[in-house]
């Protein structure tokens, strides 16, 4: 008998984290079957307890349900406590177990997939919500020279910075026109921006040559990362992110680290052919 995992969240018909763990459970020959599942907006406790009853032993958790989840969870994990958030929950004799692999699994992408380092160098994260939150520690952690938090709404950034004034990287808050004299070797949009497929009112000058631009949005081209490619930089969407988050996941859970160059791959040519 497999043993069953999910994901949550609603929406949930486009995630790509079925895809990602089967080919990890394939590949590490692991008996496992895992699963997306849409929860109701009111119900995301409920459905989790339905999974616990029925044997589940873990689950990821996506958007609206990352912040109920660490909620949820009777333990929690550091990184978990650090973001505020869960994407990741254990169900053991104990109960509820609550981490977050977000932060661990952008900083491997970054540095392993795409050879940039961020020690020394000058990053500009845009956005102030859960998903940036959920990576702040994790980044602080690799020791960037500046670390900025830029948001439309100034107190919002202001608070994350707050949260980590024991931190001994230069942190900052700004809005998005105090950018205008400032350049970035890193610049990562957290924000859901290219959903819509809006622009973001950031300046021009902020890409420094040859710099990285990462969207946390994947299988898309958004317009954060036309501009970005416009002015000189090197773009990367969250596909990388995504895989090696679940990568993180996994070994949360089946305490086994998965290889992920051949599963992204596996992923881009999926989606190529879906748009066939």
């Known amino acids: 008998m497999s043993d069953q995992y999910a994901v949550i969240g609603n929406p949930i018909a486009h995630s790509k984290s079925p895809l990602i763990h089967a080919a990890f459970a394939k590949q590490t020959q692991q008996a496992m079957h895992y699963e997306a599942l849409l929860a109701p907006l009111d119900g ?7 999974l616990i009853e ?23 994990s550091a990184r978990a406590i650090a973001a505020g958030a869960a ?26 997939n795409l050879g940039r380092s961020i020690a020394g160098k000058r990053v500009l994260l845009i956005g102030a919500g859960g998903a940036a939150g959920g990576v702040l520690q994790p980044l602080l952690a690799a020791k960037p020279s500046t670390l900025v938090i830029s948001n439309r709404s100034l107190d919002k950034a202001q608070r994350m910075v707050k949260k980590e004034a024991q931190s001994q990287i230069k942190l900052q808050a700004c ?29 021009n000058s902020i890409f420094a040559q040859n710099c990285l631009a990462y969207d946390m949005m994947y299988g898309r081209e958004t317009p954060f990362m036309r501009q970005a490619k416009d002015h000189g930089a090197q773009v990367a969407d969250g596909l990388g992110m995504l895989v090696e988050q679940a990568a993180e996941a996994f070994f949360i859970w089946r305490d086994i680290r998965p290889t992920t160059q051949a599963v992204m791959q596996h992923i881009r040519t999926h989606e190529k052919l879906a748009t066939q």
């Open 175 to 203: 809005r998005f026109e105090d950018l205008k004299q400032q350049t970035f070797d890193i610049i990562i949009n957290a924000t859901s921006a290219g959903l819509t497929d809006s622009p973001l009112a950031i300046p």
């Open 87 to 112: 994407n990741t929950l254990s169900f053991n004799a104990q109960g509820i177990v609550a981490d977050n692999t977000d932060g661990a699994g952008i900083v491997r992408d970054i540095e392993q």
């Open 44 to 50: 995301f406790a409920a459905t989790v307890q339905a």
């Open 54 to 76: 029925q044997g589940y032993k873990g689950v990821n958790v996506t958007v609206p349900f990352k912040f109920e989840a660490f909620q949820l969870a009777n333990q929690h």
